[in-house]
């Protein structure tokens, strides 16, 4: 008997066995449902409509930003951690009062108190982030999570932090891939539009830091895979769209090209019987889509794509990736046509760090308070103030909004570059924020602690992280393409942990 004739037995005994259709029934189920059982692990609040996710490249520094704890490192207190974490650059010629005052800080005091960590001790929110700190609507529904883990090269911890699993794993898939694929079985089946995006600055950083993993899509099919778009100065995406490169024989080319794919999954199946090959499937799909190419124009153009200038702390570019990018993301999400479901914008800054994005080997004050003071001013104008309704712009009881980052950065100054005045990588401990969605003014806050070592005592990881922002947004995260048991620390079962993902969001079991 052939692989196929047993296949067509064991398929007809399942259907006349109700004992056996009963065991199969979970069959059925689509991706990112969670079983009958398991409804339970699911939060009590709705999913958003979709997920915007800023992914700072380079690593983001919690020290000025998001977790100031003032006496850590206090020179006054000594110390083995005397003048670490926030003191480091107090009284430099790179000096952060200065900088704070250059970057538009104005009347602002330098930090103010926020929420206590999950060790009790009070938090505060850093200069850099002053325009965030403007908008108490957004810091009343903001929760950022303490994280660590111990890859120290950009090229391990970016894939472990956009996918949870490590760099060579064969479930790395980026949350897009598992956002496309939830939406492509529950939505609309004539939609023509990706349901994810992956946009990014067209600079060598990106690839050199691995950050183009946001569009792995691990064990998915390859229809999951996100819809890649680079930021640049001339952007001829429009016009591609429309594949002039055919002429008037663009309709012969997808007949040509239908014909060969008939042919050859003719040779894998044949009748009724559709191919079980995945690369076939994939190829059938990649073909639709260049068929379809052109139905992206109603969202891609030339208006959305223009050059933007821009300027920060005294610095102007002809070219301003941040705005752009914001821009192009804001309008795939709030589109009345095509509406994205999950786009990821990778950032670089303003002006790139010497060793590009935030990586502030060198110079980080400079650098620092200049990329992450303009990228915030730009991000809270595309997010809806209150009572401000604006369709074009983000609103958080519609959208899960997050920024995330690979790593932070030493709470010490970078061996051998005192003149340089810079920080090395740190893993160890620093944060990952969300605002809005699943985050109400109950679940604001901290979740973790760091000590004055700059090492997390509590934590999640990015596993963790990723498993709980599935849930967030409305897709069970435990499947064979997605993430196991053991991903969550000390669960049992899936339903356990997704009980205790639920606490990491805010919501007790």
């Not at 529950?186 to 990106?206: E, F, I, M, N, Q």
């Not at 401990?429 to 973790?448: H, L, P, T």
Request: glycine share 10%; with cysteine; net charge negative.
């Amino acid at each position: 008997m052939n692989r196929r004739d047993f296949l067509k037995l064991t398929a007809a005994a399942t259907l006349a066995s109700p004992r056996l259709r009963s065991a199969s029934s979970s069959a059925a189920r689509l991706w990112g449902d969670p079983l009958p059982t398991q409804l339970l692990g699911m939060l009590p609040v709705g999913a958003p409509e979709s997920v915007f996710e800023l992914f700072l490249l380079g690593g983001l520094n919690a020290w000025d930003t998001f977790y100031v704890v003032p006496e850590f490192g206090d020179p006054a207190r000594g110390g083995p951690y005397a003048g670490q974490q926030w003191w480091t650059f107090q009284s430099t010629v790179d000096n952060i009062p200065d900088f704070h005052a250059a970057c538009g800080g104005g009347q602002r005091p330098l930090l103010v108190p926020w929420a206590r960590d999950s060790a009790g001790r009070q938090v505060h929110l850093g200069p850099f982030i002053h325009p965030l700190r403007d908008r108490p609507d957004l810091l009343a529904r903001m929760r950022v999570f303490v994280v660590s883990h111990e890859e120290e090269p950009h090229q391990a911890a970016v894939p472990l932090v956009m996918g949870g699993h490590r760099r060579g794993s064969r479930r790395l898939a980026g949350m897009g891939a598992h956002v496309a694929r939830y939406w492509q079985e529950h939505g609309d089946p004539t939609r023509t539009a990706p349901y994810s995006y992956a946009l990014a600055p067209d600079r060598d950083t990106v690839t050199a830091l691995d950050a183009e993993v946001v569009s792995a899509v691990g064990l998915h099919p390859g229809s999951a895979r996100p819809l890649s778009v680079r930021i640049r100065a001339e952007n001829p995406l429009a016009t591609e769209l429309a594949r002039p490169a055919f002429g008037g024989r663009r309709d012969a080319a997808d007949a040509a090209l239908e014909w060969y794919a008939q042919r050859y999954g003719e040779r894998l199946g044949s009748g009724l019987e559709r191919p079980r090959s995945r690369a076939y499937q994939d190829y059938r799909f990649a073909l639709e889509a260049l068929r379809k190419s052109s139905d992206l124009g109603q969202l891609f153009t030339p208006e959305v794509l223009q050059n933007r200038a821009g300027a920060a702390c005294g610095t102007a570019v002809d070219t301003d990736v941040t705005a752009m990018g914001l821009e192009l993301a804001t309008h795939l999400l709030t589109s009345p046509v095509h509406q994205a479901r999950y786009t990821l914008l990778v950032e670089t800054g303003l002006v790139e760090a010497g060793c590009g994005g935030y990586d502030t080997h060198e110079h980080h004050v400079q650098f620092g308070s200049r990329n992450v003071v303009h990228t915030f001013g730009e991000f809270v104008k595309r997010i809806n103030e209150p009572g401000e309704a604006d369709p074009r712009k983000l609103d958080l009881d519609k959208h899960l909004v997050l920024v995330t980052t690979e790593m932070g950065r030493t709470p010490f100054p970078q061996s051998g570059s005192e003149g340089l005045l810079g920080l090395n990588h740190w893993p160890y401990g620093f944060v990952c924020i969300a605002f809005g969605g699943f985050v109400d003014e109950d679940r604001a806050g901290i979740v973790g602690a760091i000590g004055e070592d700059g090492r997390a005592t509590e934590y999640v990881t990015p596993g963790e992280l990723r498993a709980a922002l599935l849930l967030a947004s409305g897709i069970w995260p435990f499947s064979l393409e997605a993430f196991n048991v053991a991903t969550v620390r000390g669960a049992s079962t899936e339903l356990d942990a997704a009980l205790r993902l639920r606490q990491l969001l805010g919501y007790p079991a």
